[in-house]
T-cell receptor, first 111, second 114 residues
């Protein structure tokens, strides 16, 4: 079945850029999401990218998609302490309502 | 619009019992999906209901079941609870379209099985 992998932990200093990476195995992915989860909370959709796009920018967030390598990244510019959370990538293959999530990357922002 | 609500937020049960969790989607949304989140297995898709019918199913045993009512509210039931069922159960609502459709997640129900 589909597999989505992420590194477990990333630590950055406040004001720096953060880059969170994700790899997936299913080449038929139609679109991919990035979600944020804060402690004790559900999942908040940050952004998404269609599989026919290479890049998408949304304020401080930039998503890059390399379909050839099945690699997705999320760049957060000017990272703030409020960005500390777990970030999940998720892809959709086939039915639009079934998401396959990555393992999650815990982002720690230090002063 | 009110967001997705899940009740209860926290639940403690013992092995062998059964439990029912509830999810109220955003008004107008017809699809409700359920996910299980555990430290070991991460986020896994349980099933999706659309217009009162189960439309998709993940790889969970038959002890996990669900239903959806005519007002799109959904319930998830787990029978004969096992320790490994301790998890955060998240539901997501969407319009249910077959192409892109944004899924909005609730805060989750944290189930602890003792």
């Amino acid at each position: 079945g589909e597999d989505v992998e992420q590194s477990l932990f990333l630590s950055v200093r406040e004001g720096d850029s953060s880059v969170i990476n994700c790899t997936y195995t299913d080449s038929s992915s139609t679109y991919l999401y990035w979600y944020k989860q804060e402690p004790g909370a559900g999942l908040q959709l940050l952004t998404y990218i269609f599989s026919n796009m290479d890049m998408k920018q949304d304020q401080r967030l930039t998503v890059l998609l390399n379909k050839k390598d099945k690699h997705l990244s999320l760049r957060i510019a000017d990272t703030q302490t409020g960005d500390s959370a777990i970030y999940f990538c998720a892809d959709v293959t086939g039915t639009a309502s079934k998401l396959t999530f990555g393992t999650g990357t815990r982002l720690q922002v230090t002063l | 619009k009110a967001g997705v609500t899940q009740t209860p937020r926290y639940l403690i049960k013992t092995r062998g019992q059964q439990v029912t969790l509830s999810c109220s989607p955003i008004s107008g949304h017809r699809s409700v999906s359920w996910y299980q989140q555990t430290p070991g297995q991460g986020l896994q898709f349980l099933f999706e209901y659309f217009s009162e019918t189960q439309r998709n199913k993940g790889n969970f045993p038959g002890r996990f079941s669900g239903r959806q009512f005519s007002n799109s509210r959904s319930e998830m039931n787990v029978s004969t609870l096992e320790l490994g069922d301790s998890a955060l159960y998240l539901c997501a609502s969407s319009s249910g379209g077959q192409t892109y459709n944004e899924q909005f997640f609730g805060p989750g129900t944290r189930l602890t099985v003792l």
